[in-house]
């Protein structure tokens, strides 16, 4: 990387498929819901998850659906405890080290590192906190010390990661901006950036490289 700028840089990372090989959504819903809802849930899905995979159907609106569902009613401390667990010893084998290596080349330079997810805090929090991370992500809701299935506020998602970005640091203070991601949900945050990276590849440049 370059040499470190005169003022800090801004590097935001997404972390389903940008810091790890893959979406971890799926793998946290198996882990932490009860078997019989697994099952129903499997049979109840299947339409909505073909929808999806043919695009019909939103992220936002299947991963809304499949929480609900699969979250609803279960105490707030055991889920907790179902993401301390994935975050130890789940999310560690999904990390892509390429992009590890490139975050924690950013930290070297001194830029500020943050990941911003719309991935759950329950698995994703624990994980960076691991890491010294600063974290922005779709949060449960909870209320009597029980899970309601639902968000609370929006998913971080498309423009819901830019405004939280914005809300969080006054962008005009860091010399450079740097954003990764790997979906259109991440577009908004990457339209934040001066070097915006899609899928390891630098956007809005001739002859775009991978990293």
Not at 33 to 55: N, V
Not at 105 to 130: E, K, N
Not at 149 to 170: I, L, P
Request: charged residues 25%; aromatic residues 10%.
């Amino acid at each position: 990387m370059d040499r470190p700028p005169e003022t800090p840089g801004l590097a935001l990372f997404d972390f389903d498929g940008t810091l790890t090989v893959r979406e971890t959504f799926a793998d946290f819903m198996r882990a932490a819901t009860p078997s019989w809802r697994r099952y129903l849930g499997g049979l109840w899905f299947g339409p909505m998850y073909a929808g999806y995979k043919a695009g019909w159907v939103s992220g936002s609106r299947i991963r809304a659906e499949v929480v609900r569902f699969g979250f609803r009613g279960l105490p707030a401390n055991a889920l907790r405890a179902a993401g301390g667990a994935f975050a130890r010893n789940v999310l560690p084998t999904r990390l892509d080290m390429r992009m590890m290596q490139r975050l924690d080349d950013h930290r070297r330079r001194g830029d500020v590192v943050a990941v911003v997810s719309g991935a759950l805090d329950v698995y994703l929090q624990p994980w960076c906190a691991q890491h010294g991370l600063p974290v922005i992500c779709s949060r449960l809701q909870v209320v009597d010390r029980l899970v309601t299935g639902r968000y609370e506020g929006a998913q971080c998602v498309g423009e819901e990661k830019a405004r939280r970005v914005r809300a969080a640091w006054d962008l005009s203070s860091f010399g450079e901006i740097h954003a990764y991601g790997d979906t259109a949900e991440d577009h908004a945050m990457l339209a934040l950036a001066h070097r915006a990276y899609f899928r390891g590849r630098l956007m809005g440049a001739a002859g775009a490289r991978t990293i």
